[in-house]
């Protein structure tokens, strides 16, 4: 085990997506209000770290296909990066998805999906551990295909000699229904008095047109 340093510098990592979601089973929020600079800067002032950036990877509806929530992203990642965030963004990619009915019957409706955006998630931990960039790795996401990018930190950490971290920071609360953080990480519980203390206090949606 390698001595830990007195200083452990901390890049929080932000699935976008991933978290949101779990913000909405956890603390009912009908959509994505964090301030991720807040919200990773919380977290770290809880552990002791510190925080030298914050990274965010989400993928956005194309304005063709959904203008209300591509007006929100965009505005949202140009506040973000105005506040120093790292954002990485790519357009969703739709196909075309069938259930079945109750009634027997199938519908067929356009289910957009990120492409790429886990896979650059994941190249950047990577990339940023063999730079020695962080000691601390805090991921904000529960997707346990990370759980491999976890496993490289250590063969990592061993291979440069020196004491490294992965951690995942997730949304708690008596109704998760994901209650696991990524296998192989120091698993931080988010409890709502720390995430509502973290609320981006802009709207990005579009306003209503009142008649």
């Known amino acids: 085990m ?3 340093p007195a200083l452990k510098r901390t890049v929080a990592f932000v699935d ?3 978290l949101f979601y779990a913000v ?3 603390f009912g929020h009908t959509y994505p209000n964090y301030d991720v600079s807040a ?3 919380a977290v770290c002032r809880r552990q002791n770290w510190h925080l030298t950036q914050v990274r965010f990877y989400t993928g956005i509806p194309d304005v063709a296909d959904d203008a209300k929530w591509n007006h929100f992203w965009t505005a949202k990642l140009a506040q973000m990066g ?3 965030v790292y954002v990485f963004s790519r357009a969703l990619r739709y196909r075309n ?3 079945q009915l109750p009634n027997g019957q199938t519908h067929t409706f356009l289910v957009g999906q990120e492409k790429g955006v886990d896979v650059r998630l994941a190249l950047d931990i990577l990339s940023l551990a063999y730079q020695k960039a962080y000691d601390v ?3 904000f996401s529960q997707d346990q295909d990370l759980s491999e990018v976890a496993d490289e930190i250590r063969r990592v950490g061993a291979q440069q000699i020196r004491w490294l971290k992965a951690a995942c920071a997730f949304p708690y609360s008596p109704a998760s229904q994901n209650r696991r953080g990524i296998n192989g990480t120091d698993w931080i519980k988010i409890d709502r008095a720390t995430y509502d203390a973290c609320l981006d ?3 990005y949606r579009p306003k209503q047109k009142t008649p």
């Open 24 to 26: 909405r089973n956890a």
């Open 137 to 139: 790795a805090l991921i």
């Open 16 to 18: 976008g997506q991933n």
């Open 97 to 99: 998805q069938t259930v």
């Open 201 to 203: 206090p802009r709207d």
């Open 39 to 41: 919200l990773a800067a």
């Open 82 to 84: 105005r506040q120093g």
């Open 2 to 4: 390698f001595p830990e």
